[in-house]
Every structure is written in structure tokens, then in C-alpha cells.
């Protein structure tokens, strides 16, 4: 019996043992369960004031969620300030923050010389300076293209709607406020009812006054009403925060788009050069190369350099230097292009006739250059630009200035034994036009200097110290300009200046400097002291991102350099100085109506 009893009381210890474990998982699964409804429900209420959902309505209107935008497009990653941006943001821009340094050089992370030094896509400056140092050339775009608003009344109804939802939660709780809980319900249904079908005025419905007038009555008694402050205030906080985040969202988003506009071919000119490119495939029965071999190599005859990709560029701007030449039997140009583009400049250059001079057409990648670095000739390295903010302080203000310097790229020191008959040539930028005879520079005597250019005095070789590192040299010199450059190559090969370019470039970390970066360097010490300053009257630069530029002093210069963004063949370019660009265009051609080309 006692064996028995005992059995029975060890069987209702472990029963009871059983209940408690039983009782634990239950109450263990019904915490979790609880957990789970109130997370969901904590960001459905907004408890927190980084959340902008809007509170559930408890009479079933239907709430406008924010838009599912990503806040935080991240192009100038040196403006932004650590406050407004959150890591899940910043981690969202990630792919936009590459694919920006992919389309635009950099110099340096640290992008500061009295003031700023940057590339043409990136820049350096504090967030309290100015919109025209942070954003470049957009913002003057931006003014100059600043549109009428179309959605005034729509954007009226949405600011009454955030306001109606504001207080509409608080004024629903008051008993003794049903009249005025039905009649705020109603409006923000008929306004969420017109916004669903309207996103511009044009769109809105007949007698939508009269609509915009009883929601703000509705919401003037609504304002009236002793409601509790803290539930609004939560309210109107979040529709702050979600205004300012879509407002910098919109802002940097239009930025990004104006800069990959900038560097990206339009598709009218990409259709132009495969049109033409696939027709040269289709005639191999046309002799391309016209036997005027001992023209290219001809010293006695003015040559002209161009570095181009761009078949419209190239041709405007041979078409402009002929045109205004005296004479143009003399006149040889030889653009060099890569293997894309190679096809299609054979073509363009066939098709176009300039008067008596006469265009070669030179693949870089086909060069046989063996004492040159083979990687070089791989890639088609075009003149390079950098934007440089300067600050000036005149009294108690502090102005900015911006410009483009522009220099020579790695391509460039491979002229003397491109044309190793040659002894004198003249560089063209493509997105410059020449205005007047140009035969003039021929007989310019340069004193033992290789490289005549108009400088740009405005910026010191001093101020670029952390580019230019402590190598001895003038602090004072100022930076010289590409665009239009005559070059004595006899004097080059004589002090071998080739050499000494490639001995600076060795000398750059290019783990950590771009190769642009580094010709920036490269150029300006290799002609140190060997720079011919031609007169200002040359060449005019800033059509490509100044809009103050005087009329007059356009007219009188010799050439009109398009240096910055804005460039003459992009639907972005500076209205009143494309004119001067366009005229020299060859609009007859078949092949630009086809591919819609009107710059």
C-alpha cells in the first residue's frame, strides 16, 4: 500500500510539474503574440517622432500614407549634414552615390583651395555657403528655367488635407463635437477623392472654390476648439518632416539628373553616330581615305589637333575655323577619335566637304606607338575640366566666383611622336568655335616656350599646392587654359617634356588620385615656365556655365570656348550664347533630321 501511495504521489507531482510547463509555454506564446500586434501597432499610431505614418481614423476614413520615395540622394556627400540623414537612408543611396562617382572625376576627398577646387562633377564646400558653390552650374540653370506652377490649387488642397488630419482625430473624441467631427470627415473625403483624380489645376473638377472654402471653414472650427495641443503638435511635426524630407529628395534628385544630363551623350547624337556607322558598312565600295598622305604629314601646312568623340562638335567646329579663314588651302586637321567612334567620323568627314582643307580621321587605338603604355591608347582621355570656387572676402561679405580650368589629358603627350613630322601644331578643344582667322598664330614667335595659351590669372598655381604638391615652382604663375593651344613640337622633343610628364604622373599615388586628377598635376608642372601667354583676346572661356558674360567682348574674340556643364549641343546649353555655336552647324545633312539633331 505504501509502494502504492507512493507511486500516486510521485504521479501528481509530476502532473502538477506538467501543468506549470504547460502554463509558462501558454503565457510564453501569448506575450510573444501580444509583442507582435503592439510593434505593428506602435508604428500605425506614430508613438515615435521619427515615424510619419499618420494615426488610424476610428470613423474609417481611409489616411494617406507617405510616399514610399527614398529621402537621401546622395550626390555632393561632402554638403550633407549628419543630422538629416540616417544610416538606413545613406545605405539606400549607396548605388546612386556610385554610379555619381562614376560619372564624374574627383580629385581628392579633400576638395579645398581658398575656398574650393573640384572637378566638374563634384565639388567641396561648407552647407552655409552658397546654392550656386554646392550645386555648380544647376542652380543657375534651374533660375534661368524656372517654370509657372501648374498644381497652385492642388497643392492648396493637400496642405487643408494635412491640416484636416491633423486635428481630425482629437475633434472626433469630443462628444459634443459631432456636427463639426462629420463635417471635417466629409471634406477630407471629398478632398481625397479630388486628389485621387487631379495632380494638376487643369485636372480639378468644376466648383472646386467652393470645396477649398468649406474645408477651411471646417478647419477655422476645427482651430477654435480646445483639443489636446500635443496630439496636433505630434501631427503637424510629421508632416514637417515629411515635406522637408520630399523637398531635399526632389532637390537632389533634379541635381542628379542635371549632372548625369551633362555627361551623357544625348540620344539624338548617339543615333547620329551609329546611323553613321552602320553606313559605312554598307558602302565598302567608297574609298574613305583620300591619298593625301603628304598633306598630313606636311610641316609647311597650318595642322589643327582635335581630341573628339563627338561628330557633331568636331564638325562645327571645322566648319567654323574654315569658314572664317582667309585661305584654307593650307589648312589640315587630323581628330582623333576611339574605335566606337572611328567609323562613324570616317563617314561624317566623307559625306562633309570643308572647302579646300582637308580632315584626317585618326583611331587613337590603332596607333602604333610602341614607347608609349599601351593601356593609354585603350581609352579615349578627352581635355579635362575642373571647377574652381574661389572665395574673396571684401569687407564684411564674402563673395564666390566659379570657373572651369581646363587642361590637357594623357593623350595629349603623345603628339610629337603621333606626328613626328610635324613641327608646330594647334590644339582644339571640341566645344570651342572660332570666330576669327586663326592664321595669325602661325607667325607667333614663343621665345623657347612650347606651349602658347590664354591663362587664366584668376587661379595661382599657389592655391593648387595640395594638387600640385611642394615641387619647386612659381606660387604666383597663373593656371594656363586648354581649348586652344599652339604647341611647338620641335621645342617639346627637344626637352623632352613627354618624359617629364610621365616622370610626375609616376610620381602620384594612382591608388588614390583619379587619372584626371593627376593630369591636372602632370600638365600644369610640365610646363612650368614654358607657357607662351597668348592675349586674352583669343579666346573667350565661360559660354559653358557663366551668364554674365558681355555680348560685346563674345563678338570681338577670336575663339569661344564652351568650358563648364553647359555645353552648346545639349538642350541644357546657355540659350544666348548656343547662337554662336549653331550657325557654324551644317543642318542640311539627311542624317540629323532622321536622328531628330536640333541643339
Known sequence: MKGGGGGGGGGAVLVTTGKRRWRSLVIGVLFLVILSMLVPLAFLLGLHNGFHSPNPN??????????????DLKIYDK?????????????????INDLVKKLA???SKNSKIAGTVADSGRGGVDENENCELKFGSYCLWRREHREEMKDTMVKKLKDQLFVARAYYPSIAKLPSQDKLTRALRQNIQEVER????????????????????????????????????SNVDKKFRQILDMTNDEANFHMKQSAFLYQLAVQTMPKSLHCLSMRLTVEYFKSPSVVMELSQADRFSDPSLHHYVIFSTNVLASSVLINSTVLCARENKNQVFHVLTDGQNYFAMKLWFFRNTFKEATVQVLNIEQLNLESHDKAILIHMFLPVEYRVSLLSVDGPSIHSKMQYISVF?????????????LTKVVVLDDDVVVQKDLSALWDI??????????QSCSVSLGQLKSYLGENSYDKNSCAWMSGLNIVDLARWRELDLTKTYQRLVREVSMGEESKEAVALRGSLLTFQDLVYALDGVWALSGLGHDYGLNIEAIKKAAVLHYNGNMKPWLELGIPRYKKFWKKFLNQED??????????
Open 58 to 71: 476610428p470613423n474609417g476614413y481611409v489616411p494617406v500614407h507617405k510616399t514610399s520615395i527614398v529621402s
Open 79 to 95: 554638403y550633407e549634414n549628419s543630422e538629416t540623414f540616417n544610416y538606413a537612408e545613406n545605405y539606400r543611396s549607396t548605388h
Open 105 to 107: 572625376p574627383n580629385i
Open 194 to 229: 479630388v486628389l485621387s483624380e487631379s495632380a494638376t489645376d487643369v485636372d480639378l473638377p468644376p466648383g472646386i472654390e467652393k470645396k477649398i472654402q468649406r474645408m477651411e471653414a471646417a478647419i477655422t472650427k476645427a482651430k477654435s476648439v480646445p483639443v489636446d495641443c
Open 409 to 421: 589629358s594623357h593623350l595629349h603627350y603623345l603628339l610629337p611622336e603621333i606626328f613626328q613630322s
Open 445 to 454: 614667335n614663343m621665345g623657347g616656350k612650347v606651349n602658347g595659351a590664354v
Open 590 to 599: 539627311q542624317l540629323l533630321s532622321e536622328c531628330n539633331v536640333h541643339p
